[in-house]
């Protein structure tokens, strides 16, 4: 991944359409990370991730998702989750994303 362009957002940042937008302008890849641990086991990680979800769909970007609780994920650039790692569970997740053209990118598990 040499040379790749990475727009990142730092926990909720995630969430702020225009913020994401703007880093993904010159990137070919999203990366958000986070430490959802203080949503405990509520709802919030679950809608953290559809967040996260819904900006790589906007921006037609791959997005990597790393948290300390276990909602990390590899997202598609049409916003499936492709790779995910089980909740309160040390684990880590590994895929690859490979360039195949200008803005277009593959995840494989």
């Known amino acids: 991944m040499a040379g790749t362009t990475i ?4 926990c909720y940042e995630i969430i ?10 010159n990137a070919e890849l999203l990366l958000t990370v986070s ?6 086991r509520s709802i919030g990680p679950h809608q953290h991730l559809q967040m996260a979800r819904l900006r790589a769909l906007e921006n037609g970007r791959h997005l990597l998702r790393a948290t300390s609780n276990g909602v990390t994920a590899i997202i598609d650039s049409q916003g499936h989750v492709t790779a995910r790692a089980p909740q309160f569970e040390p684990a880590s997740l590994t895929g690859e994303v490979t ?8 995840t494989h598990r």
């Open 35 to 40: 430490n959802d641990t203080w949503f405990g």
């Open 7 to 10: 727009g990142t957002a730092i």
């Open 16 to 25: 702020f359409a225009d913020h994401v937008a703007q880093q993904a302008r």
């Open 99 to 106: 360039d195949a053209g200008p803005n277009s990118f593959h």
